[in-house]
């Protein structure tokens, strides 16, 4: 039902800023809550930032003051600013979706895109 493709990933120094996107396709009606997830060398994949349909964010501590999500609703794209980068960023980000909206049906469960590599050099 929903096809995510994640870009913008990169190497870049500590300090620099980085913007991703995610464009979500498929035969849906809207997507409820959108979101980043990363998983960092030799750790569990985490929660980074969520926003839902209406504007309600969250974001996970170690983010808070330096990224920023948002979502243009209407191109189904959500976007993660990713500003004072630290070598401790460094992982692989995941797009998700959850809660998809088609015509007669509501899915409760999670979508995750290929996932787009980011590397912050000290």
């Known amino acids: 039902q929903v096809q995510l493709v994640e870009a913008g990933g990169d190497l870049v120094q500590a300090g620099g800023s980085l913007r991703l996107s995610c464009a979500a396709s498929?035969?849906?009606?809207?997507?409820?809550?959108m979101g980043w997830y990363r998983r960092e060398p030799g750790k569990e994949r985490e929660l980074v930032a969520s926003a839902i349909i209406g504007g309600i964010t969250n974001y996970a501590d170690s983010v808070k003051g330096r990224f920023a999500i948002s979502r243009d609703i209407a191109k189904n794209t959500v976007y993660l600013q990713m500003n004072s980068l630290k070598s401790e960023d460094t992982a692989i980000y995941y797009c998700n979706a959850r809660g998809v909206y088609s015509n007669s049906q509501y899915y409760t469960g999670d979508y995750w895109g290929q996932g787009t590599q980011v590397t912050v050099s000290s």
């Open positions: 498929g035969s849906f009606h809207s997507i409820y809550v």
